[in-house]
């Protein structure tokens, strides 16, 4: 990795090399669910080095006049930081949206502070807003038209507020919503109707159960990431969008795996079932999942391996660590003969189970790659 050190001694140049540092530094992938994106991450999703690096030399070639502004140049809010149609007003202690907004904004954030409503003439003109971030506030009122001018919004940071339910006519445009840690305990038909562009949700951290979820809530979404984490879930829901490729639903209540659970998901290749309280995966049910590259079942009540796993053909990677698995037969990971594993394993968690792991056959783990992608032992009663 590269580090850039900023010499000048113009703080707005030091802003914009940290700008340019940033938009070297690969982007966060969807991928890393557990850490809430920040606003300079997907604002480095929209910016590429030439462009920022543009911006820089107009900035130089303004020099001279940039301490007497224009009057035709648009203010900035008062206490916010207004740069390459990047509006920060973070950690300012507002209790609304502040007014004078820059009609060319890009980037506005407004995460940290003690915003309690969005009203309707919030984002009057923000035409060009192509990401909002209103993480950590105290929202929990939006009026129904609030959204209607940001006709161009792709990303919406809505996490850590006291949303009850999911805020309505969200931008046809949005792609990505953040919606995990608030309050929201229903999900009605039709709640994302219109979002046909939209591919991610993170919804986690809110009290919902599975009854909350009414018939239709997912209608016409395409999404392929889904995480509903840390919830009341005692089961895998129903009728989610079949074009998912990872569903997580990691900390719930989840006691069993049935069979129709996952037939809809053939394209999932990453399943992420840990921290529940499964006991039982019916036999078959995994084999819905023919494009499957990651199961995660660590920390559950499981006492032997899932059925199924050696017919999988794309399986890499298995996390069975802090289960009560007390056998691990010769065939439970690896296929019977020859040529149907497509790929081999490059990781095994089976440490923290009662298994005698002495006990296990070496041919157990043939289609693996190498022993250093098996973790066995370390058991505590």
């Keep these: 990795m590269n580090f850039c050190v900023c010499e000048s001694t ?3 140049h030091c802003f914009l090399l940290l700008l340019l540092c940033l938009a070297r530094l690969p982007a966060l992938s969807p991928a890393l669910p557990f850490e809430q994106k920040t606003f300079w991450d997907f604002a480095m999703d929209s910016m590429d080095s030439d462009v920022i690096t543009t911006m820089m030399r107009d900035e130089d070639e303004g020099s001279a006049i940039e301490e007497i502004p224009s009057p035709e140049l648009p203010m ?8 390459l149609r990047v ?5 300012l202690g507002l209790t609304e949206v502040p007014t004078d907004i820059p009609k060319d904004t890009k980037f506005l954030d407004l995460q940290n502070n003690r915003i309690t409503e969005l009203k309707e003439h919030d984002f009057k003109g923000l035409t060009y807003l192509f990401a909002l971030s209103l993480v950590n506030n105290n929202i929990a009122k939006v009026h129904p038209r609030a959204f209607t001018p940001l006709k161009h919004m792709q990303k919406l940071y809505f996490s850590r507020n006291l949303l009850t339910t999911i805020p309505g006519r969200l931008p046809p445009s949005l792609t990505e919503l953040r919606i995990h840690d608030n309050q929201i305990k229903r999900v009605p038909a039709g709640a994302f109707s219109g979002l046909g562009n939209m591919n ?3 919804m986690g951290s809110n009290p919902i159960q599975n009854s909350d979820f009414e018939p239709g809530a997912f209608r016409g979404l395409k999404l392929n990431y889904l995480r509903i984490s840390e919830a ?8 989610l969008p079949d074009t998912l490729q990872e569903l997580h639903l990691d900390n719930n209540q989840i006691q069993a795996v049935e069979l129709e659970d996952l037939r809809r998901y053939k394209q ?4 992420g079932l840990a ?8 036999a078959g049910s995994l084999s819905f999942l023919p494009r499957l590259k990651e199961l995660h079942l660590e920390c559950n009540r499981l006492d032997r391996v899932p059925f199924g796993l050696g017919d999988m053909k794309y399986l890499q990677v298995v996390y069975l660590h802090s289960n009560s698995i007390t056998r691990v037969g010769v065939d439970d990971f690896c296929p019977r003969g020859s040529g149907a594993k497509r790929t081999f394993y490059s990781g095994i968690s089976l440490f923290d189970n009662p298994v005698k792991y002495w006990e296990v056959q070496p041919a157990t783990f043939r289609c693996v790659t190498s022993q250093l992608a098996i973790r066995l032992g370390n058991y505590k009663k």
């Design 10 to 12: 113009m703080l707005n």
């Design 275 to 282: 921290f529940n309280h499964i006991r039982h995966i019916e």
């Design 232 to 239: 009341n879930l005692t089961g895998v829901p129903k009728d």
């Design 76 to 83: 900035c809010p008062f206490g916010c930081r207004c740069q």
């Design 87 to 91: 509006v920060q007003c973070s950690d």
């Design 268 to 271: 999932l290749y990453r399943l």
């Design 200 to 202: 991610c949700i993170e």
